[in-house]
């Protein structure tokens, strides 16, 4: 397979930009809520996460999927040199997704009063009403980033998301200082205005880089309308088609974390705990442990958007070699990353819930033995981004929904039974969301190489990350426990966790998990490369 081809590319420098791009978002959101919560209290912030939740939920069912079916679709006629269908699949969903966004945002803002009245919190209608506007930039910006996607470009995409965050972040902290003099109600409005403005900003930037390239681009699409020409109808067909389980599939999770509410309060009242004390240990494994899961998710999450795309434009060209290649290297990649965070997350547990949360120690000391076991659902949250990915890319789009049904219903039994041993307690929902994401990731994994063919280099592929994260979750111990009576917590913990780093780095090296050659096809690789040349023969 040549692999010089312009249209095989690598999913790995997308994968990169928008992993960088999901970690200066999570920075930016850190400097967003923590200030927030100090601005407008508990009391302020009742009012905005009232409305947020409501507002996911309208996001989730406007776009969630699209986007991807955006991106396989041009993906594909791409791939087959058929540059006006591409275009015309993203002219078709900016339209679809225009009207969606108008009735989405129309029902949110004008619904807001009875939506608030209906939850007992008549108060939170401001900011309802302030977000609902969001609903229809949204929708634009994912018509955008579906598109540059399945051209095999994320740089708007990472740009656009950037974008929108540093504008919510900066427009909703300074309206709720302006504001908070009007009342806690009020200013959380003005708070929940910087998601809308956002939204609006992030959707003029990829616009603006859409029109920045449109010459281009409408140069290679050409001005001949093909004979064959696809009709609207079949376009909006196909979208829902793909988009329709993917969103389910989105779905599933919330739906099973409102079961499990109830499961783990009612099992740990069965076993002696007092209704006080079972929503403290449910709020430390939901409201502190689990969060922390989110900061190797964005890497991971890069390379489900990355794959799907390259997967597509290389299936449809039945290119199985090159195919292949990419799915190995994803699944490397997820478990190059999700491996050594699981590890360092586990062993360091207690000190980094101490490190994130040092003003209620007792309850970040107790929410630790949560993190230890939650922690490894990494390792299978991270594989299922990939495999979903790639399924999502041949058009499988149904199986990880299945998969994650499966994994949602063994998730409620284990809860049941292990929530209900004295000696697990709440450590059992932890437990049994491991065994969740295991159930779905392997379920994957098995229909991913039936309907790919894919081989997979195991020893590659997970053991030698896994040896090297084992000896780096040693190191760092080590380290923490030498360090323990010389330096403060804080700095101990991030020195440790620092030297992991290192550790682990030097030993992918050392071993060969990953090459230096495959680091030169990242962006600024040869750089990178060049420099562990001097260390590394």
């Given at each position: 397979?040549?692999?010089?081809?312009?249209?095989?590319?690598?999913?790995?420098?997308?994968?990169?930009?928008?992993?960088?791009?999901?970690?200066?978002?999570?920075?930016?959101?850190?400097?967003?809520?923590?200030?927030?919560?100090?601005?407008?209290?508990?009391?302020?912030?009742?009012?905005?996460?009232?409305?947020?939740?409501?507002?996911?939920?309208?996001?989730?069912?406007?776009?969630?999927?699209?986007?991807?079916?955006?991106?396989?679709?041009?993906?594909?006629?791409?791939?087959?040199?058929?540059?006006?269908?591409?275009?015309?699949?993203?002219?078709?969903?900016?339209?679809?997704?225009?009207?969606?966004?108008?009735?989405?945002?129309?029902?949110?803002?004008?619904?807001?009063?009875?939506?608030?009245?209906?939850?007992?919190?008549?108060?939170?209608?401001?900011?309802?009403?302030?977000?609902?506007?969001?609903?229809?930039?949204?929708?634009?910006?994912?018509?955008?980033?579906?598109?540059?996607?399945?051209?095999?470009?994320?740089?708007?995409?990472?740009?656009?998301?950037?974008?929108?965050?540093?504008?919510?972040?900066?427009?909703?902290?300074?309206?709720?200082?302006?504001?908070?003099?009007?009342?806690?109600?009020?200013?959380?409005?003005?708070?929940?205005?910087?998601?809308?403005?956002?939204?609006?900003?992030?959707?003029?930037?990829?616009?603006?880089?859409?029109?920045?390239?449109?010459?281009?681009?409408?140069?290679?699409?050409?001005?001949?309308?093909?004979?064959?020409?696809?009709?609207?109808?079949?376009?909006?067909?196909?979208?829902?088609?793909?988009?329709?389980?993917?969103?389910?599939?989105?779905?599933?999770?919330?739906?099973?974390?409102?079961?499990?509410?109830?499961?783990?309060?009612?099992?740990?009242i069965s076993i002696g705990f007092d209704s006080d004390m079972a929503r403290a240990l449910y709020g430390q494994l939901t409201g502190m442990a689990a969060p922390l899961l989110n900061f190797p998710?964005?890497?991971?999450?890069?390379?489900?958007?990355?794959?799907?795309?390259?997967?597509?434009?290389?299936?449809?060209?039945?290119?199985?070699?090159?195919?292949?290649?990419?799915?190995?290297?994803?699944?490397?990649?997820?478990?190059?990353?999700?491996?050594?965070?699981?590890?360092?997350?586990?062993?360091?547990?207690?000190?980094?819930?101490?490190?994130?949360?040092?003003?209620?120690?007792?309850?970040?000391?107790?929410?630790?033995?949560?993190?230890?076991?939650?922690?490894?659902?990494?390792?299978?949250?991270?594989?299922?981004?990939?495999?979903?990915?790639?399924?999502?890319?041949?058009?499988?789009?149904?199986?990880?929904?299945?998969?994650?049904?499966?994994?949602?219903?063994?998730?409620?039994?284990?809860?049941?039974?292990?929530?209900?041993?004295?000696?697990?307690?709440?450590?059992?929902?932890?437990?049994?969301?491991?065994?969740?994401?295991?159930?779905?990731?392997?379920?994957?994994?098995?229909?991913?190489?039936?309907?790919?063919?894919?081989?997979?280099?195991?020893?590659?592929?997970?053991?030698?990350?896994?040896?090297?994260?084992?000896?780096?979750?040693?190191?760092?111990?080590?380290?923490?426990?030498?360090?323990?009576?010389?330096?403060?917590?804080?700095?101990?913990?991030?020195?440790?966790?620092?030297?992991?780093?290192?550790?682990?780095?030097?030993?992918?090296?050392?071993?060969?998990?990953?090459?230096?050659?495959?680091?030169?096809?990242?962006?600024?690789?040869?750089?990178?490369?060049?420099?562990?040349?001097?260390?590394?023969?």
């Amino acid at each position: 397979m040549d692999q010089s081809n312009s249209k095989n590319k690598s999913f790995l420098k997308g994968a990169v930009i928008l992993g960088l791009a999901g970690i200066v978002i999570k920075v930016l959101g850190a400097f967003f809520r923590i200030p927030l919560t100090n601005i407008i209290t508990d009391d302020g912030m009742g009012y905005y996460q009232t409305a947020y939740p409501i507002y996911n939920l309208f996001l989730t069912l406007a776009i969630a999927g699209i986007p991807t079916a955006i991106a396989r679709m041009v993906a594909e006629r791409t791939a087959l040199d058929r540059r006006y269908e591409a275009h015309r699949v993203f002219k078709v969903s900016f339209w679809l997704l225009l009207i969606t966004g108008v009735v989405t945002s129309s029902i949110l803002f004008f619904g807001a009063g009875a939506i608030t009245r209906a939850i007992k919190e008549p108060g939170a209608i401001y900011c309802m009403q302030a977000i609902a506007p969001a609903l229809f930039f949204c929708p634009l910006m994912s018509s955008f980033r579906g598109y540059f996607q399945g051209l095999q470009d994320m740089t708007p995409t990472a740009v656009s998301q950037v974008v929108e965050q540093a504008f919510r972040v900066a427009i909703g902290l300074g309206l709720a200082i302006v504001l908070l003099p009007r009342g806690l109600n009020i200013a959380a409005a003005g708070a929940s205005f910087g998601a809308t403005a956002g939204a609006f900003f992030g959707f003029v930037g990829i616009g603006l880089l859409y029109l920045h390239r449109r010459k281009s681009i409408l140069a290679e699409v050409g001005k001949e309308v093909p004979a064959d020409v696809e009709s609207v109808r079949s376009i909006f067909r196909d979208i829902l088609i793909i988009a329709v389980p993917i969103t389910i599939g989105s779905a599933v999770l919330p739906v099973i974390n409102t079961i499990d509410t109830a499961i783990v309060k009612t099992r740990l009242i069965s076993i002696g705990f007092d209704s006080d004390m079972a929503r403290a240990l449910y709020g430390q494994l939901t409201g502190m442990a689990a969060p922390l899961l989110n900061f190797p998710q964005v890497l991971l999450q890069a390379v489900s958007m990355s794959i799907v795309p390259v997967v597509a434009s290389a299936f449809k060209r039945r290119e199985m070699g090159f195919m292949h290649d990419n799915i190995n290297l994803a699944l490397r990649y997820s478990a190059i990353l999700s491996i050594p965070c699981a590890v360092g997350m586990s062993v360091m547990s207690r000190p980094i819930m101490e490190l994130f949360y040092p003003r209620v120690k007792e309850s970040a000391a107790s929410a630790g033995g949560c993190l230890e076991i939650l922690a490894y659902g990494v390792i299978f949250l991270g594989m299922a981004h990939a495999l979903n990915g790639i399924l999502q890319g041949i058009g499988k789009q149904m199986i990880p929904v299945r998969n994650l049904c499966i994994g949602a219903l063994v998730k409620i039994v284990l809860t049941f039974v292990l929530v209900g041993i004295p000696s697990l307690n709440v450590r059992g929902a932890a437990i049994s969301t491991v065994a969740a994401y295991f159930t779905a990731a392997f379920l994957d994994f098995r229909a991913m190489k039936k309907y790919t063919g894919t081989e997979v280099d195991y020893k590659l592929t997970f053991v030698k990350p896994a040896v090297c994260a084992l000896i780096m979750g040693l190191a760092v111990r080590v380290v923490y426990r030498l360090l323990y009576l010389r330096v403060g917590g804080a700095v101990n913990t991030l020195i440790s966790v620092c030297a992991g780093i290192v550790v682990y780095f030097v030993l992918v090296l050392a071993i060969k998990a990953i090459t230096v050659e495959e680091i030169e096809r990242l962006p600024k690789g040869r750089k990178i490369a060049a420099l562990l040349r001097r260390f590394v023969k």
